[in-house]
């Protein structure tokens, strides 16, 4: 699934195709892609004609494009979306969902899912963050973010620090592959109590995760398909930098011991055994 970086990347792009632009139509080719739209696909194409865009915004794996009236057109990738801005004789993708044509007639909005996990609604903007993500805590990479009550509130946690990672709750954005590589960064295992953490071995984390954000970032995220890319149909290429994440096997960057795989939860860990010793308390 894509993550922060991933979806960063197609919000940025997202804003420097569609500000200013007003929607003329919207075909919804499948229902599902709109099923969190609760009015129904009817509805979703009417309420979004003739609307402009003012603004792209993001908070942590979700995308909303703000319009004129005061809604917000949510989205959220699932594990194929993707966002594509394209020109208007460009053949239907194999998995297009909904296209979104453009009153001046330039190069339209095409969702493409192949699985449909993913989806869009239009819902209330207010002058925030749309109702139904409020519950998403802040990410890294937003200013508001604050260290201090995350780290108060990890440390009152009784978990694994990878859960905590990924608990969106408490920060948005990170997911498997970017908590692993954090994780590798400080020097911490996944499975370390996260009762047992010093301030600043949390503080320590807290700017892995951010460089390696931040990295991930200026490479256009991490591709390991062609399911995830940007607007304009690129792939990210983090993936050449990955330091843990899918090396099983491969010699750690620090001391060249073999990375390790572990399950968790119905997915992956991956560590360097001998940077980040398990536990002998260990909470999944």
Same mark, same amino acid.
């Given at each position: 699934m894509p993550e922060l970086p991933e979806v960063e990347v197609v919000r940025?792009?997202?804003?420097?195709?569609?500000?200013?632009?007003?929607?003329?139509?919207?075909?919804?080719?499948?229902?599902?892609?709109?099923?969190?739209?609760? /009015?129904?696909?009817?509805?979703?194409?009417? &309420?979004?004609?003739?609307?402009?865009?003012?603004?792209?915004?993001?908070?942590?794996?979700?995308?909303?494009?703000?319009?004129?009236?005061?809604? /917000?057109?949510?989205?959220?990738?699932?594990?194929?979306?993707?966002?594509? &801005? &394209?020109?208007?004789?460009?053949?239907?993708?194999?998995?297009?969902?909904?296209?979104?044509?453009?009153?001046?007639?330039?190069?339209?909005?095409?969702?493409?899912?192949?699985?449909?996990?993913?989806?869009?609604? &239009?819902?209330?903007?207010?002058?925030?963050?749309?109702?139904?993500?409020?519950?998403?805590?802040?990410?890294?990479?937003?200013?508001?973010?604050?260290?201090?009550?995350?780290?108060?509130?990890?440390?009152?946690?009784?978990?694994?620090i990878k859960r905590a990672l990924l608990d969106q709750t408490l920060v948005s954005g990170i997911g498997n592959i970017y908590a692993d590589e954090s994780l590798w960064r400080a020097g911490l295992h996944y499975a370390r109590p996260t009762e047992t953490l010093t301030r600043s071995e949390l503080d320590r984390l807290l700017q892995a995760a951010r460089e390696v954000l931040f990295e991930a970032l200026r490479a256009g995220g991490t591709s390991f398909d062609a399911l995830y890319v940007s607007v304009n149909g690129e792939s990210g290429l983090f993936d050449r930098s990955l330091a843990v994440y899918g090396r099983t096997g491969r010699p750690c960057g620090r001391c060249e011991s073999p990375i390790r795989r572990d399950a968790f939860m119905n997915r992956s860990s991956f560590t360097c055994p001998r940077c980040q010793p398990r536990p002998r308390r260990a909470r999944w």
């Open positions: 940025r792009g997202l804003e420097r195709a569609l500000l200013g632009r007003t929607i003329a139509t919207v075909l919804v080719a499948h229902p599902r892609a709109v099923r969190r739209h609760a /009015a129904g696909a009817a509805d979703f194409t009417a &309420v979004l004609a003739g609307r402009t865009i003012e603004a792209a915004c993001r908070r942590g794996k979700y995308l909303w494009l703000t319009l004129d009236d005061g809604a /917000a057109l949510l989205g959220h990738l699932g594990m194929s979306g993707q966002l594509l &801005v &394209v020109a208007t004789d460009k053949p239907d993708e194999t998995h297009l969902r909904v296209r979104f044509t453009f009153a001046d007639a330039g190069r339209e909005l095409r969702f493409v899912d192949q699985r449909t996990f993913g989806g869009l609604a &239009v819902v209330p903007a207010g002058s925030g963050v749309p109702a139904p993500i409020e519950h998403i805590a802040r990410d890294l990479l937003d200013p508001d973010f604050s260290d201090a009550d995350f780290v108060a509130s990890v440390r009152r946690r009784r978990t694994g």
